[in-house]
């Protein structure tokens, strides 16, 4: 089992930038694939970004592409998401999600998928 708490969510202006946060405990973090989704009011939960368990590869969706980072620290058990150029339509609450995967090496873009989420944290991007 693994635990995940988010932090660094805030409201921001319009083409600033925003570091998020998702710190990790259980067991050891590199056996986790990884991924960010983000829920607008009213609507449905999606990815935002995915990464595999080495980190060597992840996943965007086309939105936030060229924009958002997606990175993780396995010695610190920490996930984090780089968001620059935030434009009002960013705003939402921001999960992280794990899913096990001893091989280290894929990252996983469904929501069925993932095992284990955070509490959230909550993104405002004022135009």
């Known amino acids: 089992q693994v635990q995940l708490v988010e932090s660094g969510g805030g409201l921001v202006q319009a083409g600033y930038s925003l570091i998020i946060s998702c710190a990790a405990s259980g067991r050891p973090f590199s056996r986790y694939a990884m991924g960010w989704f983000r829920q607008a009011p009213g609507k449905e939960r999606v990815l935002v970004a995915a990464?595999?368990?080495?980190?060597?590869?992840?996943f965007y969706r086309e939105s936030v592409k060229g924009r958002f980072t997606i990175s993780r620290d396995n010695a610190k058990n920490v996930l984090y998401l780089q968001m620059n150029n935030l434009k009002p339509e960013d705003t939402a609450t921001y999960y992280c999600?794990?899913?096990?995967?001893?091989?280290?090496?894929?990252?996983?873009?469904?929501?069925?998928?993932?095992?284990?989420w955070g509490q959230g944290t909550q993104v405002i991007v004022s135009s």
């Open positions: 990464i595999s368990g080495s980190g060597g590869v992840s």
């Open positions: 999600a794990s899913k096990q995967d001893d091989s280290g090496t894929y990252f996983y873009t469904a929501t069925s998928q993932y095992d284990y």
